[in-house]
């Protein structure tokens, strides 16, 4: 609904969420939002392209489309997956074409979208109220203890940006910035640092995951009429192995997708319980999704199955299969598990290794690490997967499980 200026005073103070950093994330953050950004790294909010990212430049709009896609995986539940179409003439960044793709951002005319500029407090309001409305989630207009008329510079918000700022204002998603004068400055037209926008994304995944509608179990759907899966696979016990993995996921006489059209095609989106690390320590039930390859999908759900039951109770803060890019992904018969904490890495000539994704690879250590031989190791492995993190000789991948092993 539209909003209506409405007096309030008053400040709404935050609590801050006493954790601990984790290695991997913005580098140089500020000593006030360290404790947030660690909050919303342990919520699973800090995108990998963002590691070791200076915090106090400002955050670029492809950035923001990558916190942005997190958010709303975090609202509705919904796995996302990159599409292989090209949306704009300069870029192909994943997120910016998942976040076009579920309607969450625009591009600039002409069919750019300007992926390294800076982004606007106000367009960061729009991009939020937008994943609210995709999320199906109605946010009303509050009584709150925050107003966009406590700032004189409410005028000069874009017409466009109107409702969404007021909103982001009234549950204290936006707060002001200090004029220098005693005052402060509500500054749409400004533009943020990417701790200021991570913190934003934590703020506005606390304040309205409470108002997010019940997320129901999501069941396995076949692929349309036009997609031919071997074996009667919806009927195949969880525990096959079978003895000829082309003929298994491609069908007799098939291969490989050649393009992104024909692999989406071919995938379907999967629920699998999995175990989320709390920030005092404690593990909580979860449900994570996934688009993965129709053929593998009782064999993925038996996995992760066995992973939940394990005795270790592995917690897992971010993975994903479908992608199309290269490698296994664009087939759906990859999985990655915390990217962060398994890295990839080339191995040096003197054994060293050189993360190119990921920042840490320390099992026993950090418990997001898969250690080999644990219960995420074992459970793949049981199934005919290969392990990056001991599957090749030119580098280490330590999240990645790959049915052709590759």
Known sequence: MPYHFVRRAGVLALAATMVVPQAGALSDVSSWAQEDIAAAQQAGLMPTSLADSSAREEITRAEFCAIAVKAYKQLTGKAVYASGQKFFRDTDDANVNAAYSLGLVSGRASGY????????????????NNILDKAGIDAPEIAGDACVEDYDDVSTIKSYAVDPVVRMVDYTIVNGISDGLGGAQLA???????????????????????????KSEVVITKPNTTVSTPNNLWNTPSTIIPDDKMTFVYGLGGSKYTSAEEAEAHMVEIAVPVWRLQSDGTKTTGTAYLQVNASLAAIYKAIFEEIYNGDEKFPINDVGCYSWRTGEHSQGTAVDINPNENMEATINADGSLTPTCGTHWTPYTDPF??????DVYNAFTKYGFAWGGNAWHSKRDYMHFSYFGK
């Open 188 to 214: 749409p037209s400004g533009t943020a640092t990417r701790e200021q926008a991570v913190i934003m994304a934590n703020r506005f995944c606390s304040e309205f995951e409470k108002l997010s509608p019940n």
């Open 113 to 128: 979208f300007d992926p390294n500029a800076s982004i606007e407090r106000q367009d960061l309001c729009v991009i939020l």
């Open 369 to 374: 690490s898969i250690p080999e031989g644990g």
